[in-house]
């Protein structure tokens, strides 16, 4: 159950930007800002829950490593959406074969997801007792809130469709 909540939130956080937010913000400094904001969380999720320097490297290590993982296949996942959004054009035929492999490669990684969550927590398991990573869970759910906040006030009204 612990693994459903962590999913959309590493997902939010290693999420490709929308196009609107590619208009807006240089490359190089979007990625600036989402390392800033990576490394303020985990600075103080290290001071909330009192991480030694070595439980912080750890911790470190397989969130930054998670982060990378989940980007691929965040943007892998996005290339299928696009594909099997085009075949659905109206006016169009779709092909049933492709419209079949496309959706079972959605469910692989989305499955892949799932596993990646549940391997990193056993990963955290290893060195967090419980409570630090209810902690870590909690504090991941709220930068969640945060980030799709801060996405919907970016998109404005028209972000609200």
């Given at each position: 159950?612990?693994?459903?909540?962590?999913?959309p939130?590493?997902?939010a956080?290693?999420?490709?930007?929308?196009?609107?937010?590619d208009?807006?913000?240089?490359?190089?400094?979007?990625?600036?800002?989402?390392?800033?904001?990576?490394?303020?969380?985990?600075?103080?999720?290290?001071?909330?829950?009192?991480?030694?320097?070595e439980?912080?490297?750890?911790?470190?290590?397989?969130?930054?490593?998670?982060m990378?993982?989940?980007?691929?296949?965040l943007?892998?996942?996005?290339?299928?959406?696009?594909?099997?959004?085009?075949?659905?054009?109206?006016?169009?035929?779709?092909?049933?074969?492709?419209?079949?492999?496309?959706?079972?490669?959605?469910?692989?990684?989305?499955?892949?997801?799932?596993?990646?969550?549940?391997?990193?927590?056993?990963r955290?398991?290893?060195?967090?007792?419980?409570?630090?990573?209810?902690?870590?869970?909690?504090?991941?759910?709220?930068?969640?809130?945060?980030?799709?906040?801060?996405?919907?006030?970016?998109?404005?009204?028209?972000?609200?469709?």
């Amino acid at each position: 159950m612990r693994t459903i909540f962590l999913i959309p939130v590493l997902a939010a956080l290693a999420a490709p930007p929308l196009q609107a937010q590619d208009d807006q913000l240089p490359p190089q400094r979007r990625m600036a800002l989402q390392q800033e904001v990576m490394r303020r969380f985990m600075e103080n999720y290290r001071v909330q829950v009192a991480l030694d320097d070595e439980q912080f490297a750890r911790f470190e290590e397989i969130t930054r490593q998670s982060m990378e993982r989940r980007t691929e296949l965040l943007r892998r996942e996005r290339t299928l959406w696009m594909a099997l959004q085009g075949q659905m054009r109206p006016g169009v035929a779709a092909d049933a074969d492709s419209l079949t492999n496309l959706m079972e490669e959605l469910v692989a990684v989305q499955q892949q997801r799932v596993d990646d969550a549940r391997a990193d927590l056993a990963r955290y398991g290893e060195f967090l007792d419980p409570v630090q990573q209810a902690q870590l869970m909690l504090s991941l759910r709220r930068l969640q809130f945060q980030i799709e906040g801060a996405r919907m006030r970016q998109r404005g009204p028209q972000g609200m469709q």
